[in-house]
């Protein structure tokens, strides 16, 4: 139940209402993926095809569902994937629900025979809201490194208030053997330089719209150009100018403008170069997904 604690990502607030798409729409993109987001009944009573088919409208060829936590939320999404093509799922244990479904992690491997379930996530520390006790946050944490490289599927990364300890375990766990992306990259250059030499991708959410986002611009900048994506972690975190709003992946557009403007590209080009870097990270279903496998 991971909204029922107000988040998956952060305990953001987020407002419940229909949101305007005519500025999403406005901006024309031809190959966008939102990477990371979230589409549980409780946020989008609407049903995830109405979000689904939204995204289609603004260009979002195809989105990376995030299905925590535990084998029902991951069967769950699985379900939309039953429906259409353009979704691939992740699946694992929030470390906000690290208490109530950290002793079920082996359960999640079944539904990882389906290669659709292109990784495990989002998994981590969070440290900010410590819904779940640390010390069982770090069990679930190894736990779930442990899967991944059992399973061969890159991992999924949340960390709030807890970056030196999620590089650490990373590290000790081996995590470099499969590698990953940080999800709504929310840190400083000298965590990103960390990340990316543990063979971490970055992914910028819509907190790269914010003004005062300083150091995440700069590592939007800096980063190397084969390591960056972009997500909405919906239902949270919408960019400007729908901040507040209820955010959704069609809006992921406005995010990989605002890169772009970071970067001195084009929308057209930052799309391109974002889709083939989630698609070379999350392997050749998603890429099937957006229809450039
Ligand atoms: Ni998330």
């Known amino acids: 139940m991971p909204y029922s604690r107000g988040a998956a990502c952060g305990g953001r607030a987020v407002v419940l209402e229909r949101s ?31 979000v689904l088919d ?12 995030v299905g925590v936590s535990g084998l029902a939320a991951a069967e769950a999404a699985l379900e939309i994937c039953n429906r259409r093509s ?28 389906d290669d659709r ?6 998994v981590g520390l ?13 069990r679930v944490f190894r736990e779930s490194i ?10 999924v990364i949340h960390s709030r ?11 000790q766990e081996g995590a470099r053997e499969v590698g990953g992306v940080i999800h709504c990259f929310s840190e400083d250059r000298a965590f990103a330089e960390r990340a990316l030499d543990l063979g971490f991708d970055l992914s910028f959410s819509g907190i790269v719209t914010f003004k005062n986002a300083r150091p995440i611009h700069e590592v939007a900048v800096w980063a190397p150009r084969d390591r960056i994506l972009v997500e909405t972690d919906s239902p949270y975190l919408a960019p400007l100018p729908l901040r507040g709003k209820r955010c959704e992946p069609a ?24 889709t083939a870097n989630a698609c070379r990270r999350f392997g050749p279903r998603l890429a099937q997904a957006a229809g450039v496998g």
């Open 86 to 113: 353009d979704v691939v799922i992740t699946a694992g244990v929030h470390p906000h629900d690290a208490a109530e479904f950290g002793g079920a992690i082996g359960d999640l491997e079944r539904v990882f025979g």
């Open 126 to 138: 969070d440290f900010h809201y410590d819904y779940s006790p640390r010390e069982i946050q770090r």
């Open 251 to 274: 809006y992921v557009v406005h995010t990989a403008q605002r890169v772009a403007d970071l970067r001195g590209m084009s929308l057209e080009e930052l799309a391109a170069l974002t």
């Open 117 to 122: 379930v292109v990784a495990v996530g989002e």
């Open 161 to 171: 208030a807890a970056a030196d300890e999620t590089i650490e375990l990373l590290e």
């Open 146 to 155: 442990a899967l991944a490289r059992r399973l061969r599927r890159p991992l």
């Open 54 to 65: 939204r995204a289609r409208a603004a260009d979002v060829r195809a989105c990376v569902v």
């Open 20 to 50: 305007p798409l005519r500025s999403a729409r406005a901006i024309r993109a031809s190959m966008l993926i939102d990477s990371h987001c979230h589409l549980e009944h409780r946020a989008f009573p609407e049903g995830p095809d109405a």
